[in-house]
């Protein structure tokens, strides 16, 4: 099936560092996303990438669609309290598939 | 505009017994789907749909029924409650084939 390895699966940092987590799968994706999740909220869009080898940013998050648009990666610079939550990658074809999350730990 | 709409934000059901989740969104979007999440397991599709009338199945289909009579709502039924079903159910939906989902809140089910 279309599975999505996300890593890591946990991060805790101190406040002001930068975030990098990753996402890899044995299938092809049209487009990768990135969501984030707060407690008792449903995911909520970050970042769309539409093209292989694309490079996105939105405000302090950056994100990448891989060449072989098998891959994704999300870059979170200068990390803040408010940072804190579960950070999902997503890839979509006619559906749309997520990785297991990446529980992000923001110590002030 | 509402967005998507998920009722109810939580239930708690016996082993056996049926129930059906809404979903329904105002934002006319023609493609809907419904995913389950557990921990350490992300997000998993059970259903979706492209349209009215249409509905096809995703990783986790065993155990769940849809229909799609309109294109605002996205029913999720369960014939019979198991306590494998407990988890958090998200309903999703989206404008065209591969613009982002916009999420519920969720419903919140326990099956004991």
């Known amino acids: 099936g279309q599975q999505l390895n996300q890593s890591p699966q946990s991060m805790f940092i101190q406040e002001g560092e930068d975030v990098s987590m990753n996402c890899t799968s044995s299938?092809?994706?049209?487009?990768w996303l990135w969501y984030k999740q707060d407690p008792g909220e449903g995911p909520v869009l970050l970042i769309a990438l539409y093209k292989a080898g694309e490079l996105t940013s939105n405000g302090r998050l950056t994100a990448q669609f891989g060449i072989t648009r098998k891959d994704s990666f999300l870059n979170i610079s200068a990390s803040i309290p408010s940072d804190v939550g579960i950070y999902f990658c997503a890839g979509s074809n006619n559906d749309m598939r997520f990785g297991a999350g990446t529980r992000l730990t923001v110590k002030p | 505009n509402a967005g998507v709409t998920q009722t109810p934000k939580f239930q708690v059901l016996k082993t056996g017994q049926s129930m059906t989740l809404q979903c329904a969104q105002d934002?006319?979007?023609?493609?809907m789907s419904w995913y389950r999440q557990d921990p350490g397991m992300g997000l998993r599709l059970i259903h979706y749909?492209?349209?009215?009338?249409?509905?096809d199945q995703g990783e986790v289909p065993n155990g769940y029924n849809v229909s799609r009579s309109t294109t605002e709502d996205f029913p999720l039924r369960l014939l019979s409650a198991a306590p494998s079903q407990t988890s958090v159910y998200f309903c999703?939906?989206?404008?065209?084939?591969?613009?982002?989902?916009?999420f519920g809140n969720g419903t919140r089910l326990t099956v004991t």
């Open positions: 299938s092809i994706f049209n487009t």
């Open positions: 934002m006319n979007h023609e493609y």
């Open positions: 999703a939906s989206r404008l065209w084939g591969y613009s982002p989902l916009h």
């Open positions: 749909s492209v349209g009215a009338g249409i509905t």
